[in-house]
């Protein structure tokens, strides 16, 4: 399977809690205003990699505690993504999405696409909705307005709605300390 790929991050302290490997997928059909990234919009843009070499790459990051689907918008290529979140997991990974889509939508949307239902089922947190730049903020912990939110993924799907990540500290505490 192949990821259309408008970048690489491989060692970030800033796309989410600790180290993180992040994928900025190429496509993205949001158009926000005062979007950083206009040059992900284009879905023929960018270049085509492999998921295996995506995986190869994550292996050879040995300090990593997460990895971190950007964009672009991650599901517009949300089987190919799954499939990454997957194997992140069972690497011990933390995993962290970023969309242009509310997880209201996301929801609707993953019960008639399995990639969409399959890539959220293995994400730990989401940061949800477009980028208004009206309410921009720039103190925001790994957001950049106020409509967006930091979503548990995990509890949002067992309660069928969005719940708000309480400390992202947490986070970081738990991944530095895993055995
Ligand atoms: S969702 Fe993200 S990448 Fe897409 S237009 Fe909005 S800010 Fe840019």
């Known amino acids: 399977m192949d990821v259309q790929l408008a970048g690489l991050v491989e060692e970030s302290v800033v796309d989410g809690p ?3 490997f992040v994928i900025f ?18 879905p023929n843009g960018g270049e085509s990699v492999s998921v295996d070499w995506l995986k190869e790459r994550i292996d050879a990051q040995k300090l990593i505690r997460g990895i971190t689907f950007s964009g672009g918008e991650p599901f517009m290529q949300a089987e190919a993504m799954a499939e ?38 293995s994400l730990d947190m989401i940061v949800d909705g477009p980028f208004v730049l009206a309410e921009r903020d ?8 106020k409509n967006q939110r930091l979503l548990d993924a995990v509890k949002s799907l067992a309660q069928g709605k969005a719940v708000l990540w309480e400390d992202p500290n947490e986070v970081m505490l738990r991944q530095f300390h895993r055995d």
């Open 84 to 121: 990454l979140a997957r194997y992140a997991k069972g690497k011990k990974l933390h995993t962290l999405a970023y969309t242009g889509y509310t997880f209201e939508e996301l929801l609707v949307m993953s019960k008639t696409d399995n990639g969409v239902r399959d890539f959220l089922s």
């Open 25 to 42: 997928t190429q496509g993205c059909e949001h158009h926000c205003v005062g979007c950083h990234n206009p040059q992900t919009h284009d």
């Open 138 to 145: 720039i103190t925001l912990k790994f957001r950049g307005s």
């Open 18 to 20: 600790g180290m993180r």
